[in-house]
């Protein structure tokens, strides 16, 4: 086996791991049991995003959700929306840190490159504001970047 093909193995068994971590996260929603903590939620998307499963990232913004970049406003009628704004990222993102509130997450997150594209923006800071109800994300907000000093990742 070559360094290329160990590689791609490699980024296929990360894809899966995340893609199983992300499920593991909404497990209690197929068992009867209560919706994942608003934080999970934003973790499992978080995880999806940087491990390239742009499909499990989707699926956790519901139907009609918000996205706010740049004082624009676009609503993502379903899955396939939803899919193809994540898709539309040009960067991934390591956490931060999170803070929430209620059904409210603000998260900071040191922007990256994703296999599929260079970021625009790699090593700035970005803040994020997600609204989760029942599970899923109802709104994602980009705030302007913070002011502090640069933290390492949680």
Same mark, same amino acid.
């Given at each position: 086996?070559?360094?290329?093909?160990?590689?791609? %193995?490699? #980024?296929?068994?990360?894809?899966?791991? /995340?893609?199983?971590? /992300?499920?593991?996260?909404?497990?209690?929603? @197929?068992?009867?049991?209560?919706?994942?903590?608003?934080?999970?939620? +934003? $973790? #499992?998307?978080?995880?999806?995003?940087?491990?390239?499963?742009?499909?499990? #990232?989707?699926?956790?913004? =519901?139907?009609? =959700?918000?996205? %706010?970049?740049?004082?624009?406003?676009?609503?993502? #009628?379903?899955?396939?929306?939803? +899919? =193809?704004?994540?898709?539309?990222?040009?960067?991934?993102?390591? %956490?931060?840190?999170? &803070?929430?509130? *209620? &059904?409210?997450?603000?998260?900071?997150? $040191?922007?990256?490159? $994703?296999?599929?594209?260079?970021?625009?923006?790699? *090593?700035?800071?970005?803040?994020?504001?997600?609204?989760?109800?029942?599970?899923? %994300?109802?709104?994602?907000?980009?705030?302007?970047?913070?002011?502090?000093?640069? @933290?390492e990742p949680v």
């Amino acid at each position: 086996m070559n360094d290329g093909s160990a590689r791609t %193995i490699f #980024a296929v068994l990360d894809r899966l791991l /995340a893609g199983a971590l /992300a499920l593991l996260c909404l497990l209690p929603l @197929g068992c009867g049991g209560s919706s994942p903590s608003p934080e999970s939620v +934003v $973790r #499992a998307w978080s995880e999806s995003l940087n491990a390239g499963d742009d499909e499990s #990232a989707g699926e956790l913004f =519901a139907p009609g =959700a918000e996205v %706010i970049q740049l004082g624009r406003t676009t609503t993502l #009628a379903g899955p396939a929306e939803a +899919v =193809a704004f994540t898709r539309s990222l040009p960067c991934s993102g390591r %956490i931060l840190s999170l &803070e929430s509130k *209620g &059904e409210t997450v603000t998260t900071v997150f $040191r922007l990256e490159d $994703r296999e599929t594209s260079p970021c625009d923006g790699p *090593g700035q800071e970005v803040t994020a504001v997600f609204k989760v109800r029942e599970g899923k %994300i109802v709104q994602l907000h980009q705030l302007p970047s913070p002011q502090a000093p640069p @933290g390492e990742p949680v």
